[in-house]
């Protein structure tokens, strides 16, 4: 069985600085996918970025990116520039590969401050 | 942009009653999805459907759960009997390619059960 571990419960930084989330995962399939979704106070559930395992360049969105170890089996999300809207829950996620209707397994969540 | 939109975004029910929570997925996906945060905790699958068939659930999703595509656009979740610990934030998801394209999730339904 996949698990999904973010050992930062909550996280506070000042605006403008460096953020580094951590994420461990636990598999034994080798093709898979991984995510970092952000939830805001609204609740909802929106995707952040996302890796392939596949891939060994790390994928970044703007201010977004990871480091993605794989042998070290470990996913960190890195927000450079933090914002105030940048504040939320962020979960790392795991999805293997091997169906197209695969389910998504989620860490506990780390809770990121964003201080003006 | 194409949106995954649930309704109701809240709903408060009495314990033993049934409740149908209700989503419109994205018009060209395929795959649909259930999941479930209870408050303060992690985000959980619940069952995932394609082709007019469950693909896959999870131990939480048990004989008082069913989900249903009564239409063609709408995808629906019911919990026959609720009980208190059903109280969460339910989240619907969908996608085109399965899981390869990335999931749309819905705002979520919160269900509070008294």
Redesign the interface.
């Known amino acids: 069985a996949q698990t999904v571990t973010q050992s930062q419960p909550e996280m506070s930084v000042q605006e403008a600085e460096t953020v580094t989330l951590s994420c461990t995962y636990d598999t034994s399939e080798s093709n898979y996918y991984l995510f970092w979704y952000k939830q805001p106070p609204s609740r909802q559930m929106i995707l952040v970025i996302r890796q392939e395992a596949y891939k060994q360049q790390n994928a970044t969105e703007n201010r977004f990116s990871v480091n993605f170890q794989k042998a070290a089996k470990s996913f960190s999300l890195k927000i450079s520039d933090s914002q105030l809207g940048d504040t939320a829950m962020y979960f790392c996620a795991f999805m293997k590969h091997d169906s197209s209707a695969s389910k998504i397994i989620f860490g506990s969540g780390t809770r990121l401050s964003i201080r003006p | 942009e194409p949106e995954v939109t649930q309704t109701p975004s809240h709903q408060v029910t009495q314990m033993g009653q049934e409740v149908i929570l209700r989503c419109v997925p994205i018009s060209n996906h395929l795959?649909f999805?259930w999941?479930r945060?209870i408050l303060g905790?992690?985000?959980?699958?619940l069952v995932?459907?394609?082709n007019n068939e469950i693909?896959?659930k999870?131990e939480i999703f048990d004989d008082q759960f069913s989900v249903e595509r009564p239409d063609g656009s709408n995808f629906t979740l019911k919990i026959r009997s609720t009980k208190l610990e059903d109280s969460a934030?339910y989240?619907c998801?969908s996608s085109a390619?399965?899981?390869?394209g990335?999931?749309t999730?819905?705002?979520?339904t919160?269900l509070t059960v008294v």
Request: charged share 15%.
């Open positions: 795959y999805y999941y945060q905790q992690k985000v959980e699958f995932s459907f394609y693909s896959e999870s934030m989240f998801a390619e399965g899981a390869l990335g999931y999730f819905g705002s979520g919160r």
